[in-house]
């Protein structure tokens, strides 16, 4: 197995993802850039956050006899350990979308919460995206930021690896057999962006991009988002964005 990992912050020295392998699992953490109103429970930083869960989560995912949802979950009740005593969590706190992997002898699990990615390219050359579309149903469907921010983490809304363990169990999993791959990407919606805002690949030809030169897409992404016209900018103009690659054969 040969793995590669890129990232590139939209603000230098402010990267809010997060992305490592340790031992047979991979792991990438989008944080939630949300305003600061909806985290005002908390003073640690959004990459505080999403880089301590990714640590925590790469640790916990280790034994393959623990699922990845639990794995998820009690990722989220220890970062949860190291702030509730001096944080009201109730008044919000910085949240993070998750997509993991975890490979054994034949096959690749695999967990996705929220709109982090995973691209698993097949040996047939075939691409499949794995995604959770609910927030993008809820973005659909709320106009304002309150009435979005209101339907994280509840019923009928959308899911995010926040305070609350149950989260995880809203994470869609399920494994892939290895030899039925070429090799998979783990990336953030600001790589997806790609496809999702600019146009500029689908997911097939974004798979292809980021194993041939992930570096040259990473460029030509932030060209990208800086001649999008004013009226399809979004927020953020830039995003933090990052790709994990493995590849069943050699780089």
């Known amino acids: 197995m040969h793995t590669t990992l890129l990232t590139d912050a939209s603000i230098p020295g402010a990267n809010e993802d997060a992305g490592g392998v340790l031992g047979s699992v991979a792991v990438v953490l989008d ?10 429970g908390c003073h640690h930083s959004v990459a505080w956050f999403s880089h301590a869960l990714a640590a925590r989560l790469l640790g916990r995912a280790q034994d393959p006899s623990v699922p990845l949802r639990q794995a998820l979950a009690g990722a989220i009740e220890e970062v949860r350990a190291l702030h509730e005593g ?9 949240s993070a979308t998750a997509v993991a992997v975890r490979w054994g002898a034949d096959h690749l699990e695999h967990l996705v919460l929220c709109d982090a990615a995973l691209l698993l390219e097949g040996a047939d050359g075939t691409t499949t ?28 809304g959308f899911w995010v690896a ?3 363990p ?25 790589i997806t962006r790609a496809v999702d805002l600019l146009g ?3 997911d097939s ?5 980021l194993r041939e030169d992930p570096a040259a897409l990473l460029r030509s992404l932030r060209r ?7 009226g399809r900018r979004p927020r953020k103009l830039h995003d933090d964005a990052t790709v994990l690659t493995f590849r069943l054969e050699g780089p």
Do not use: K, W, Y
Request: aromatic share 2%.
């Open 31 to 40: 944080g939630a850039g949300v305003p600061s109103r909806f985290r005002a």
């Open 162 to 164: 926040r305070h609350e």
């Open 129 to 156: 995206r794995l995604t959770d579309r609910r927030l993008e149903a809820v973005t659909r469907a709320e106009t304002g930021a309150e009435a979005i921010e209101a339907r994280r983490n509840v019923p009928g």
């Open 86 to 94: 001096e944080c009201d969590l109730d008044r919000g706190s910085p």
């Open 200 to 202: 500029m690949h689908d």
């Open 224 to 230: 990208g988002e800086e001649r999008l016209p004013a």
């Open 166 to 190: 149950e989260a995880a169990e809203q994470a869609l999993v399920g494994s892939t057999a290895l030899s039925s791959l070429r090799g998979a990407h783990l990336v953030s919606d600001g």
């Open 205 to 209: 030809s974004l798979a292809r991009s």
